[in-house]
């Protein structure tokens, strides 16, 4: 009997890599996704506790991926081997703090090894020339190959038209004319494509699964790292600059001011690892408080939170403020009008 030919699909719950690992599947090949989880992913955060994303799916889209197409999926915890891409990128960061073509280096290495390890024949992902201005050209498609160690294991169903032969098409495993000639930014070519394999549902065709290619979210990172003076983080911090508004008065403290009560519910559970601010002479939001704020900061930080609550229009607010000695500080305060918070302030 011949051997059963099986291929490793990177997973990122969006349109195109289910559509890759559809196609490599319609050639009677096996097929299990691989996921890695680098604590940047937009999958199963901030739309899932936010109102104003109350019409997505709650779901994790490579999860629900994995479903549509019949396979499994692994998802690898990848956070700590992740901090150097991000940290150290050899070929620098896109537009924010994306470091893209390390990024996807990094992701198909990671999915050798494990094709290596479990006795899998080749790698799919759901590239497209021309797609992405960092990682996605005609000119870096040889450099992924190359520097993850993948080399001509690497095949790209969506665009493998365009591209030099693969050993699964030599080996007769893939037929190159079953492949597609996708290229360039429009989505009308996997929208169809789609249809046509009868996918209906699938998560927004140009969205972006990484958090790093976000401004607002980059600028908080950077002044993390400013302000710290060291580019170390934890799962935690980054989980928290997905969430409240983020304003930093001076250099000695920043707080974070839940938006809704999904976010504030969240925050919750940091309200022992942090100094945190409530209003508790009108409704408000949670809040916290990173850095060292003296006294002065912490009347700051109850006029923000006052600005921020149902008093924002009253002569005084109180607020109660939890250190992280334990004690408790009881504050009366003028809330901010807009425009006395300056620009500057908000990350």
Known sequence: MSKQIK???LISGGLDSMLAAKAVQEQGIHVEGINFFTGFCVEGHTHAIRKRDSDKPKRNNSLWVAEQLGIKLHIIDVIEEYKNVLINPKHGYGANMNPCL??????VNKAKQWMLENEFDFIITGEVIGQRPMSQRKATMPIISKESGADDRLLRPLCGKNLPETLPEREGWIDRDKLYDFSGRSRKPQMELAEKYGFIDYAQPAGGCCFLTDEKYSNKLVDL???????????????LLKVGRHIRPNPRFK????REDGEGRFMEGYKKTFTNLNCSSHQGP???IEGTPTEEDLVIAAKLIARYGQGREAQTVDVEIRLLNGESKNL????????EIPQEWFI
């Not at 390390?102 to 992701?107: A, P, Q, S, T, Y």
């Not at 707080?255 to 839940?258: E, G, S, T, V």
């Open 7 to 9: 291929a490793v699909a």
């Open 286 to 288: 949670l809040a916290l």
């Open 102 to 107: 390390d990024c996807k280096i990094f992701m």
């Open 332 to 339: 009366s305060v003028t809330p901010f009008l807009a425009d």
């Open 225 to 239: 790292w400013k302000t710290r003076g060291t580019k170390e983080y934890e799962l935690d911090d980054i989980m």
């Open 255 to 258: 707080i974070m001011i839940a």
